[in-house]
């Protein structure tokens, strides 16, 4: 039985000037949105992610209780779910437009509409999920009473575009990938993008000291293994598709100035890649009079902030949500 419900978007309008073909946005709900309208949560998609992601911290007593709160979880362009390179139709493959964060936030603002909530109580979201939550905050900034951004940062910053082009390398060197119009998966380039990524997804301090046999690795070589094996499952073009959305963030100086919403900024504290150093620097930006700085403390990188996957980050981030919806 399918989890999820796809949103039909129809020929829709891109920031590029181009259209996304009978598009189409996956998204799930927990809760029932209550009479005044004013319970509502939104979750954005992660890279990778899925709307099952979430499903872990979604019960009666957590900090998102769906008996209390109408949680909505949308899906990423590209994400094989929501309208994906893997799927698309007539724009399927290399074909697929490129697709921006502002173009995913203003598709959800369409469903947004079609649920008939015109004010979301917390928009937040880990990674690119945060970095579409700063853009909600931006382009709806009267649909947002509350922001929380984890392990993620309103633009992608030099340092993280440069990553991003390095997993991206990887793949396109494999001959099999034939610039995105390949018949065969090119499993040597997904095995390299795994590789390639899992140096930067955890912190120096992860390496060193062996972290990773606390998430059941025996070793180096066997958590890089299932790096590579997990990325292989992926469509290429999905991958590279998500990726061109993620360089795409671009939220000015100027625009963060203008956030109105109660924000409690939670970047990760040894993230390799959407760094504390450039998220204090938007922080910085800010002036709501309710903006908090609150790093999220944690040895493992930018995974700290993964939905439900170590426990005192866990606690730190249901915290900061309890916080912003008291």
Not at 103 to 129: E, I, K, T
Not at 180 to 205: C, D, I, Q, V
Request: aromatic letters at 12%; a negative charge; hydrophobic letters at 45%.
């Amino acid at each position: 039985m399918q989890d999820y419900q796809r949103y039909p978007l129809g020929d829709f309008p891109l920031q590029s000037g181009g259209v996304l073909q009978q598009g189409e946005l996956a998204y799930t709900t927990y809760g029932t949105l209550n009479a005044a309208a004013d319970n509502a949560i939104l979750i954005p998609g992660y890279y990778t992610g899925t709307h099952r992601s979430y499903r872990s911290l979604i019960a009666p007593g957590r900090a998102l209780d769906p008996t209390h709160y109408f949680i909505v979880l949308t899906n990423l362009f590209g994400n094989g779910l929501s309208s994906s390179p893997s799927h698309a139709g007539p724009q399927q493959g290399a074909d697929f437009p490129t697709i921006s964060i502002a173009d995913n936030v203003d598709a959800q603002a369409r469903l947004a509409d079609a649920l008939g909530v015109q004010c979301f109580a917390l928009v937040s979201g880990w990674s690119m999920g945060a970095m579409q939550a700063w853009q909600w905050a931006v382009s709806y900034p009267q649909r947002v009473k509350a922001l929380l951004p984890i392990c993620g940062t309103a633009r992608c910053w030099p340092l993280n575009f440069v990553f991003l082009e390095g997993v991206k390398a990887a793949l396109h060197a494999d001959p099999l990938f034939a610039a995105g119009r390949y018949r065969t998966a090119p499993l040597a380039g997904l095995a390299a993008f795994g590789r390639n990524y899992a140096g930067w997804a955890y912190s120096a301090e992860f390496f060193r000291d062996a972290l990773y046999r606390n998430l059941g690795f025996a070793s180096l070589q066997a958590l890089l293994l299932a790096w590579e094996q997990d990325h292989q499952q992926w469509d290429a073009n999905d991958l590279l598709a998500m990726l061109a959305t993620w360089q795409s963030g671009a939220i000015d100086f100027t625009a963060l100035g203008q956030i109105s919403a109660s924000t409690l900024v939670m970047p990760g504290s040894s993230d390799s890649y959407f760094t504390e150093q450039e998220a204090r620097l938007e922080f910085e930006q800010l002036r709501c009079e309710r903006a908090r700085w609150q790093p999220l403390q944690s040895p493992y990188g930018h995974c700290a902030g993964a939905p439900d996957r170590f426990v005192q980050e866990t606690a730190q981030i249901e915290a900061a949500i309890r916080q912003l919806l008291a």
